[in-house]
């Protein structure tokens, strides 16, 4: 499991690694180096730039880049202003340290890595494949971290987090009690009824929630419900056997 994985190696070999691949994605982008950028990043964000296509300018590019593209033109202009290289300005290092890296688990195979590089700008990454890879940037709502909801200083502290919020939703999930009246039950109904004319095999049948999942992670990382749908039509379309 990712998290046991990431538990494993200390804090701050962890954060320290976190900064580094932060420091290596700030320099490809603010030297447009986007196909090296590409093979440090996630499959998720290599999916979505093929399907976006050829980008033709730095707007472009910056869309493509980040998910929510809210404040995503002001970020890559912060981004090439700041020439970012792997030796850091002391100015950037007040913000690319270890100190300052947050940690959040989305689900027990999602831990997303948070690296600021500005008041209000941070580096997202995710483990994969036992690497931090890039998965975007993104603008808080406040100076970080308290712009970002359900983040903490070690993977310990934020898979608590995690199973606390989970706590929360049981009932949603159907964990905390049974009945004909209970919520999980109602779902159930329904999506036997959206499988029907499928193969019956337990792939199929998980499928609706393993659907809810992904749809509920992508709503905490910030996909729009446009971009969810146009990512799940590129992966439905690909070529799985060249992805594994």
């Not at 538990?7 to 490809?28: G, H, N």
């Not at 090296?36 to 296509?53: C, I, P, T």
């Not at 202003?81 to 195979?109: G, H």
């Amino acid at each position: 499991m990712i998290i046991e994985e990431l538990k494993r190696t200390p804090a701050p070999i962890q954060k320290e690694a976190a900064v580094e691949r932060a420091k290596l994605m700030l320099y490809l982008r603010s030297t447009t180096q986007i196909s090296e950028l590409l093979k440090h990043s996630s499959l998720a964000v290599q999916q979505r730039w093929d399907f976006l296509g050829s980008q033709s300018s730095v707007n472009d590019i910056d869309y493509a880049l980040q998910w929510d593209t809210n404040g995503a033109i002001e970020i890559g202009q912060c981004i090439r202003q700041e020439e970012f290289c792997m030796e850091l300005t002391s100015s950037q290092e007040e913000f690319l340290n270890t100190d300052n890296v947050r940690f959040k688990v989305m689900d027990v195979e999602t831990v997303h890595a948070f690296v600021p590089f500005a008041p209000a700008f941070v580096v997202d990454l995710v483990w994969e494949n036992e690497e931090w890879v890039y998965f975007g940037t993104q603008k808080t709502s406040t100076a970080f971290p308290t712009g970002l909801a359900d983040v903490a200083a070690t993977v310990e502290e934020a898979e608590r987090l995690f199973c606390e919020s989970r706590d929360e939703d049981s009932d949603y999930w159907g964990h905390s009690s049974s009945g004909a009246d209970h919520p999980a039950d109602a779902h159930q109904g329904d999506t036997q009824d959206s499988i029907a004319g499928l193969p019956q095999s337990g792939a199929a049948a998980a499928l609706p929630y393993l659907m809810t999942t992904c749809a509920k992670c992508a709503h905490k990382a910030g996909v729009t419900e446009t971009e969810f749908v146009q990512l799940a039509q590129a992966i439905y379309r690909s070529d799985f056997e060249n992805m594994i």
